[in-house]
């Protein structure tokens, strides 16, 4: 009997192990930090711990595909992960708050009841957790290398891959940006906090352990509570020191637990899906799941830095699904033009489904007898047939002149609406009018209305561009990230589509020699059309969108259009341009020789010369 055939691990089951292993190392740093606290309040505390479980539940790779904060808000403030985020922070400020009273000296006065100024605290994290997207992993776009490992190279070959990204290098990289938020965060409680406590917090706390304390004993009744004035000094030397040690403890974790999980999906210098019975089948059902940000990610590594696993992407041809090739060149192209996709929805979105065609007359039952007469089959368009019986004369004079009655357009009026009331009315409203508005306002108002109009319009603009109107902009690059890289599970896929690029390029440049069956040559001339589209989609789509009259933001910009005469460009479009520019450019050199060989139209490869061509010659940005 033959053994039954072992399943090849999901992607998620390679991924999840090392996933596991930067957990364990964030959270020894993290437990280091509390233990530094510890020291210093008398108590130890692992409330920073929970922040770990939301960033683990909410984690996601891509920025939000909104086109403005107000619609962030929107989409957040009723969501699940509002209230996710809000439990965490609640239970880890009250868990921090339990253990700095606790350690308190007894004559600091503080009781359970000052826990309350940590609700404060607690708000004021949660808005700046969703606002500030602390949930995204911010995986890094960079060149890659020129040329790959070569096969033959066993040096390089035994070598270990370099890594991009050191978990130490990228928190200096954070330090800055992490001690400046947390330094106004502890400052705006420790100076708002105790005004916010002592006039909205503290009676209500009061009030809910008096009547808890009523439940259990006989308590004197106290009316009035004892006056502390909201800035005592020590009341806003206390907020500022556990202000900050809570926001020290909240902020580190969350850039520890980013600068831990945004690492190449390597596991013991080898790719993650290495231990796997079957590597290249995990891979490919990482390419088709929800892990793909990962899984093209150690796509790239293979093609740079694996040489025999990447030879065997040439030479597993006998999978049921396809070769291993065939499979991840359909899952590059499809990411890859997902991006002209989009774009096409969004210049010319899908029309509502027609009406169904009318479906063949059935022919009639000989059962059942017909009782009305079958549907006319003349067509409706053509000219009525002249009448030609006094009854049919009647009845076309009177359809025409009830026709033309409800056809007829209403009886013409001033420009003044006063014209349609009673002279009574026009005497009582021109009087009111002449009391209430000046004559210049009454002009505007009758034969100026565009003036209120404009007038509208100036104060919307000094809004919008003021700190208030802030949420309500629509930045041109925001409005361009969300159409051409949005998702939908609402985030961009930039990191996804640069990744594919690079590593279909270079995967068909080492075809060349380490494609033994000589397959991948005739993809080329389909590669090089998905890039020439996807190139020329962006491009064309960053010319004709129009800025949205809210952009005051972006550089030559001001709200009405003129932004790109001045230059302006996306980053994120910029990104992906120039991975395709180079990936046409490398194909071109390559296979441009052998074109009539692998079936490659010269068509095909004067458009990709062209592109680049422009690109070099400063004619191509966007």
Not at 158 to 173: H, N, S, T, Y
Request: hydrophobic fraction near 40%; aromatic fraction near 10%; charged fraction near 20%.
């Amino acid at each position: 009997m033959a053994a039954p055939a072992i399943r090849p691990r999901r992607y998620r089951e390679c991924l999840t192990p090392a996933l596991h292993r930067r957990f364990n190392r964030a959270v020894g740093l993290v437990l280091g930090i509390c233990y530094v606290e510890a020291v210093l309040m008398g108590e130890k505390s692992s409330s920073p711990l929970s922040i770990f479980v939301l960033r683990v539940a909410q984690l996601h790779i891509g920025a939000r595909s909104t086109v403005s904060p107000f619609q962030t808000f929107v989409q957040q403030v009723f969501s699940f992960s509002a209230v996710q985020t809000f439990g965490w922070y609640a239970f880890s400020a009250w868990w921090f708050s339990e253990i700095y009273i606790w350690s308190a000296a007894a004559d600091a006065n503080l009781g359970w009841i000052s826990a309350g100024k940590y609700g404060m605290i607690r708000r004021l994290k949660t808005v700046c957790h969703l606002g500030l997207d602390y949930d995204k992993i911010s995986l890094p776009l960079e060149k890659a290398p020129a040329e790959p490992v070569a096969q033959d190279d066993k040096s390089a070959t035994e070598a270990k891959p370099p890594r991009r990204i050191q978990p130490l290098d990228d928190l200096k990289a954070r330090l800055p940006s992490t001690l400046r938020m947390i330094g106004i965060q502890s400052a705006s409680i420790a100076f708002v906090g105790p005004i916010v406590y002592a006039l909205c917090i503290r009676r209500r706390a009061w009030n809910i352990s008096m009547f808890l304390a009523k439940l259990v004993q006989d308590v004197a009744p106290v009316t009035e509570l004892s006056y502390i004035p909201p800035y005592h000094i020590s009341l806003i030397w206390r907020s500022m020191i556990s202000g900050f040690l809570l926001v020290f403890l909240w902020q580190s974790s969350n850039a520890i637990f980013s600068a831990f999980f945004a690492q190449e999906p390597l596991k013991n210098s080898q790719p993650v899906t290495a231990a796997s019975t079957d590597p290249n089948a995990s891979l490919l059902g990482g390419l088709k799941s929800n892990k793909e940000s990962f899984a093209y990610w150690e796509l790239l590594y293979i093609a740079l830095y694996f040489p025999t696993r990447r030879a065997s992407i040439f030479t597993e041809i006998a999978r049921p699904t396809g070769s291993t090739w065939s499979q991840i060149k359909t899952e590059s192209l499809l990411t890859i033009s997902s991006v002209s996709t989009r774009i096409s929805n969004h210049l010319n979105p899908p029309t509502a489904t027609p009406p169904a065609q009318q479906q063949q007359q059935q022919p009639p039952s000989d059962s059942l007898p017909r009782l009305t007469p079958g549907l006319r089959q003349d067509p409706i368009f053509a000219p009525p047939s002249t009448p030609n019986t006094l009854l049919k004369k009647f009845s076309s004079g009177l359809s025409s002149t009830l026709k033309s009655y409800g056809e007829s357009p209403p009886p013409t009026l001033k420009s003044n609406p006063l014209t349609r009331f009673s002279p009574q009315a026009k005497r009582l409203t021109g009087a009111a009018g002449q009391k209430l508005l000046t004559s210049s306002q009454h002009e505007a108002l009758t034969t100026k209305p565009q003036s209120l109009r404009a007038t509208f319009s100036s104060y919307m603009h000094a809004f919008i561009r003021s700190p208030l109107g802030h949420p309500f902009r629509q930045p041109f690059s925001r409005r361009v990230n969300a159409i051409a890289f949005g998702t939908s599970r609402g985030y961009t896929d930039v990191f996804i589509v640069a990744n594919a690029i690079d590593a279909l390029t270079l995967l068909t440049l080492c075809s060349l020699k380490e494609d033994p069956y000589g397959k991948v040559a005739y993809d080329v001339e389909g590669i090089l059309q998905t890039f020439c589209n996807t190139f020329t989609s962006l491009q064309e789509f960053v010319d004709r969108l129009e800025e949205h009259w809210t952009d005051v933001d972006d550089v030559g910009g001001g709200g009405g259009g003129g932004g790109r005469e001045g230059g302006k460009e996306v980053k994120d479009v910029e990104i992906v341009k120039q991975r395709l520019r180079a990936g046409l450019g490398s194909l071109v050199d390559a296979f441009g020789p052998y074109a009539e060989d692998f079936g490659i139209r010269r068509a095909v490869l004067e458009r990709a010369r062209q592109l680049v061509g422009e690109v070099e010659n400063g004619g191509g940005g966007g």
